[in-house]
C-alpha cells in the first residue's frame, strides 16, 4: 500500500486529521499535485459507490467531504500553479419558492469532492439567476434543487429559461424528495439524480467525459 | 357510507392494538395553500369534520433552547429572517406557508451545547399548558375522538438545535455529545408529560412527530440509530406502555431499513409512510402487519394527478393490503397539496367511506 493510498483510505473513512496530514506529507515529498488530487478524488468516489449500496449513509459522505475539502485547501495553490483545471463547473441551487438547503448542500459537496468548480446560488433562485450563473461561469452543469411538490413548477419554468437562453453546452439537472425520472422527462431536464451520490457519475456521463 | 359504530376513541385504540372495529380511522394535513383552493371550490373550511378525524391533540411539547425568542433580523419583500427559539437563524416566507430555511445554527460544538444551550434547556419550560391540554381534552372526548400527548422526538430536536450538517457529522465522530443532546431533549419531553399527567390531564396515547429519514432512506446508518437514537424512541415508547397507552411515531421517508427496530422499541403505529420514498403499505402489511399498525401512505402524487382511475387504484389497493391485520388508518403520505382539487378529494374521502368498512 503506498502513501497515496493511505491517503486515499484516509477519505473513505472521513479522517480529516489523517488526511490533511498525509496530504501536507505528499506535498513536501515532492508528489505531483494531480497525482495527490487523484488519490483524493479516489476516495470521494469510493464512499460515493459505498452511498449507493447502502454501505455507507449521510454522516459517512459529509465527514469524507470535509476531509477532501480541507485536503483539497492545501493542494488548491499547487494545482492553480500546475494549471489543473476543476474537472466541470457546476451551478447549484434550490429553485424559486423553495426555502430547503440540506438536499442542495449535499449534491454541491460530492460535486466539490469530485473536483468540479461549484458556485452555490443558495435557495429560493429565479429562473434568470440559473441562466446568467451559467452563462457568466461557462458551466458544464446546473442541479436544480426542489423539496416540495409545490415547487416542482419552478424547475419546469427554469428549463424553460435555459432552452429560450440558448446554452447547448450547459446541460440542466434536477433532483430532490418529490422529483422522479419521470417527471425529469416531462419537463425536459438533461438528466436525474436520485440522490447526492448519484449526481457525480450523471454529470461525468452527461457532460462526456466519463 | 362510513360504518360509525364505534367513537373515534374506541376506533383508534382498536386500530393500534390491530382488534376488530367498524371502519379505519382516519386523520389528514394539508398545506394553508391547499385550504385556501378548497375553499375557492366550495370547501367549507373544517378539514377535520369533513374527513370524520378520529384523533384529537392535547400539547404539542418541544423544549427549546430560548423559548419565546423571536427576534426579527432582516426582511425583504418575501421573507422575513429570524433569530429563533433555538437561537438559530431562520427565513420564512411572508405569504406562503411550508418549513423555514436554516440560514445559521447558534450551538455548533460540545463547547456551545455544554456552556450555554444545555443549562438554558434545563432552566427552561414547561413547554406545555395544562389548562390549554384540558380544554383540548374536553373538545376531544365532546367529539369522541382519540386524545394524545404530542412532540417532537430527540432526533429532531438534535437536527433543530445543531443543524444536519453538524449532528450528522457529530454521530460519527462525538457521539457522546449527540447521546446527551438527545437523552437531554428526551429527559423534558416526559419532564413535561409528566407535568400534564400530574395536572391530572387524561391521554389515551402518544404520538411523537420527528423526520428520520429522506427519500434515500434513514440519515444514518440503522447502526447509528441504534446506537444513538433509539434508546430515546424506546423510552418514549415505554414511557407510554408504562401508563397502559399505545405509541404512535411519525416520521417522513424511507424507513424501509429500520421497522424492525421499531418493532424492536415497541412502537404501536407509524405514520405516515411516505410513498415516494418507497414506502408501501401492500408490502408492509404482509411483512410487519401483525406486530404493528400502519398509518397513512396515501400518495399525494398520484392524487395530485387527480386522475380518478390512478387515485381509485392508490386508494383501494392500499386500503385492502392494510385492513388486512384490522391495523391501518387512513392519512395521506405527506400534506396534500394545492394541485389537488376539492373534487379530488371529495373523490378520495368517498372512496374512503365505501371501501374502509369492516362492518357494513
Known amino acids: 500500500m503506498t502513501e497515496l493510498d493511505n491517503l486515499t483510505e484516509a477519505i473513505v473513512r472521513g479522517d480529516r486529521k489523517e488526511a490533511v496530514r498525509l496530504t501536507q506529507e505528499r506535498i513536501d515529498a515532492g508528489d505531483e499535485p494531480k497525482n495527490i488530487l487523484a488519490a483524493l478524488v479516489k476516495g470521494m468516489d469510493i464512499v460515493g459507490d459505498k452511498f449507493q449500496r447502502q454501505e455507507a449513509w449521510v454522516p459517512e459522505m459529509l465527514i469524507a467531504s470535509r476531509a477532501m475539502s480541507q485536503s483539497l485547501a492545501l493542494l488548491e495553490p499547487l494545482l492553480v500553479a500546475a494549471g489543473i483545471k476543476p474537472e466541470f463547473t457546476a451551478v447549484v441551487g434550490t429553485v424559486e419558492g423553495d426555502l430547503h438547503d440540506i438536499g442542495k448542500n449535499l449534491v454541491a459537496m460530492m460535486w466539490r469532492g469530485a473536483n468540479f468548480h461549484v458556485i452555490d446560488l443558495g435557495t429560493n433562485v429565479p429562473s434568470d439567476k440559473f441562466v446568467e450563473a451559467a452563462r457568466e461561469h461557462n458551466a458544464d452543469v446546473v442541479g436544480l434543487s426542489a423539496l416540495l411538490t409545490t415547487t416542482m413548477p419552478a424547475m419546469k419554468a427554469t428549463i424553460e429559461k435555459f432552452r429560450e437562453a440558448n446554452l447547448p453546452n450547459t446541460k440542466v439537472v434536477i433532483g430532490g424528495a418529490p422529483i422522479t425520472m419521470e417527471f425529469a422527462r416531462e419537463i425536459g431536464a438533461d438528466g436525474f439524480a436520485p440522490d447526492a451520490a448519484s449526481a457525480v457519475g450523471l454529470v461525468r456521463e452527461l457532460v462526456g467525459k466519463a | ?360
Open chain 2, 1 to 360: 357510507m362510513r360504518t360509525n359504530r364505534l367513537t373515534g376513541r374506541e376506533r383508534v385504540n382498536r386500530f393500534l392494538r390491530r382488534q376488530p372495529h367498524d371502519s379505519i380511522p382516519r386523520a389528514e394535513s394539508a398545506w394553508a395553500e391547499t385550504i385556501e383552493r378548497w375553499k375557492n371550490e366550495g370547501f367549507g373550511g373544517d378539514l377535520a369534520q369533513y374527513l370524520g378525524q378520529d384523533f384529537h391533540g392535547l400539547c404539542w411539547c418541544d423544549p427549546r433552547s430560548h423559548p419565546g425568542q423571536f427576534l426579527l433580523v432582516a426582511e425583504d419583500d418575501k421573507t422575513r429572517t429570524y433569530r429563533d427559539e433555538w437561537n438559530n437563524t431562520v427565513r420564512y416566507w411572508k405569504h406562503r406557508s411550508g418549513t423555514p430555511e436554516h440560514v445559521a445554527f447558534s450551538c455548533q460544538t460540545p463547547e456551545d451545547w455544554h456552556a450555554d444551550h444545555k443549562p438554558r434547556l434545563l432552566a427552561a419550560g414547561p413547554f406545555v399548558n395544562p389548562d390549554a391540554s384540558k380544554l383540548d381534552l374536553a373538545q376531544a372526548r365532546r367529539n369522541g375522538r382519540w386524545a394524545h400527548l404530542t412532540g417532537l422526538e430527540p432526533f429532531e430536536s438534535t437536527r433543530r438545535q445543531m443543524g444536519d450538517e453538524v449532528t450528522l457529522m457529530a454521530m460519527m465522530e462525538e457521539p457522546e455529545w449527540v447521546d446527551d443532546v438527545a437523552r437531554t431533549f428526551t429527559d423534558l419531553t416526559l419532564r413535561d408529560f409528566e407535568l400534564l399527567e400530574a395536572s391530572g390531564l387524561e391521554f389515551d396515547g402518544v404520538w411523537i412527530y420527528g423526520d428520520m429519514a429522506y427519500r434515500g432512506g434513514p440519515m444514518c446508518s440503522p447502526a447509528k440509530y441504534r446506537e444513538l437514537v433509539w434508546p430515546q424512541h424506546k423510552r418514549l415508547a415505554d414511557w407510554a406502555h408504562s401508563r397502559g397507552v399505545p405509541f404512535i411515531y411519525h416520521t417522513d421517508g424511507d424507513v424501509n431499513s429500520v421497522m424492525d427496530l421499531y418493532v424492536e422499541a415497541g412502537f404501536d403505529a407509524v405514520q405516515p409512510l411516505e410513498a415516494k420514498a418507497f414506502m408501501d403499505v401492500r408490502q408492509l402489511a404482509p411483512k410487519y402487519g401483525d406486530r404493528l399498525s400502519l398509518f397513512g401512505n396515501i400518495d399525494v402524487m398520484v392524487m395530485a394527478t387527480n386522475d380518478r382511475e390512478r387515485i381509485e387504484e392508490e386508494v383501494v389497493t392500499k386500503l385492502q393490503a392494510g385492513m388486512a391485520t384490522h391495523g391501518y388508518a387512513y392519512h395521506s403520505d405527506h400534506s396534500v397539496p394545492p394541485s389537488v382539487s376539492w373534487e379530488t378529494y371529495k373523490f378520495i374521502v368517498d372512496l374512503v367511506d365505501a371501501h374502509g368498512n369492516y362492518e357494513s
